[in-house]
């Protein structure tokens, strides 16, 4: 087969995805991938860290010495995995990324259709890009770092409660208020400069989607190696303008009376009270928090310039 790219393909999968009839959803993956792989591997993640452990057998050659391409079908709390075995094993090999969760924020950033069927189609054109990655307290993320009222979301969420952000999601909705939202004292460094205040949300974001939103940061890349803090200043309706209102990190400030904005490469965040964070949809570590970027860490398959993918809302 003259398009064949790759010798050996592993696809990592948790039975318990989004998708509703896994083994199918894996059947439909598979025949597109072969199109592109020899040799094609289907592996279960059964529990939390497998996937951790099966990139340290292909970095020792343990699990097969001619594994050049990774897949992962899942949400996004099944990629931060994979992008934390890839990067603790420093496994310099090329990923494709498959939806299987709720939101599938990096999928949006990948150009890649949310429905896995179509996406595996669509990885057979794509091209492999370099992103950056997010160190944050040893631990690695793709697309945010977050706390506030992005944690209270995902807890409700996980609760069984409706997500209060719905569509609109972590950023700008009008229900923030409903949430009562509890407010912290912070102090934030960003490279050189310090910024303190009192706040109900941090976010820092390398991908431009978050909770299956767009942030409206025109200039936000995921791939220029830079990181974006984004602090909330106030609640209520001025956000709400704020959130609707595409600007680039130029004029960010000057347009925003909300959302302060900086850009930077290293960050410290201490909070008082200490407060949980999520990273990549999992709440997973509490501040103080030391985050910093790694620039063009991973390369995955994205599709160039398809735009009526890249749903804006």
Not at 130 to 140: A, E, H, R, T
Not at 144 to 162: R, S, T
Not at 192 to 213: E, H, Q, R
Not at 287 to 294: D, G, S
Request: hydrophobic letters at 35%; glycine letters at 8%; proline letters at 3%.
């Amino acid at each position: 087969m003259s398009n064949t790219k790759y010798n050996h393909g592993v696809i990592f999968y948790h039975e318990h995805s989004g998708i509703k009839d896994i083994f199918r959803g894996l059947g439909d993956v598979a025949s597109s991938l072969t199109t592109f792989c020899k040799h094609l591997s289907i592996q279960l993640s059964e529990n939390e860290g497998d996937i951790l452990k099966y990139c340290q057998k292909i970095k020792d050659g343990s699990y097969s010495d001619d594994v050049d391409i990774i897949f992962i079908l899942g949400g996004d709390g099944t990629v931060n995995e994979l992008i934390n075995g890839v990067m603790q094993s420093e496994l310099e090999i090329p990923i494709g990324i498959i939806p299987g969760g709720t939101f599938n924020d990096f999928v949006k950033t990948l150009n890649l259709n949310p429905r896995h069927k179509v996406a595996s189609q669509q990885l057979i054109e794509a091209e492999l890009k370099s992103y950056d990655v997010m160190k944050v307290n040893g631990q690695y993320a793709l697309n945010f770092v977050g706390l506030g009222l992005i944690v209270q979301n995902a807890e409700n969420v996980q609760n069984g409660n409706k997500d209060v952000f719905g569509k609109l999601s972590y950023v700008g909705s009008t229900v923030k208020t409903l949430l009562n939202p509890e407010h912290f004292d912070y102090k934030v460094t960003v490279d050189d400069k310090t910024i303190d205040g009192n706040t109900s949300m941090l976010v820092v974001a390398n991908g431009p989607f978050i909770g299956g939103s767009r942030i409206p940061l025109t200039d936000l890349s995921p791939s220029d190696g830079y990181l974006n803090m984004f602090i909330f200043k106030e609640q209520g309706s001025s956000v709400l303008n704020d959130v609707f209102k595409q600007r680039d990190s130029m004029n960010w400030n000057n347009m925003t009376d909300g959302i302060q904005h900086v850009l930077g490469k290293t960050i410290t965040v201490e909070t008082e009270p200490q407060a949980k964070v999520d990273i990549d949809g999992e709440i997973a570590l509490e501040t103080p928090l030391q985050i910093e970027v790694i620039p063009e860490a991973v390369q995955i398959l994205t599709l160039i310039d398809d735009d009526q993918n890249n749903q804006t809302t």
